[in-house]
């Protein structure tokens, strides 16, 4: 009975951590900062011609 009241403490810290501050993945800025550049690009090309 300790270990099953463990394990869910355990999960509802978890939750509440995520509620208070939630999941930022840092990977997904640069990647969506790069290919806003690759359509500025492929933009800029397209009206060059």
């Given at each position: 009975?300790?270990r099953v009241m463990a394990m869910i403490l355990?999960?509802?810290?978890?939750?509440?951590?995520?509620?208070?501050?939630?999941?930022?993945?840092?990977?997904?800025?640069?990647?969506?900062?790069?290919?806003?550049?690759?359509?500025?690009?492929?933009?800029?090309?397209?009206?060059?011609?």
């Amino acid at each position: 009975m300790k270990r099953v009241m463990a394990m869910i403490l355990f999960v509802a810290g978890g939750f509440a951590t995520e509620v208070a501050h939630p999941v930022y993945c840092s990977l997904l800025a640069p990647s969506m900062q790069s290919a806003a550049r690759e359509r500025k690009r492929e933009q800029n090309t397209d009206s060059r011609t």
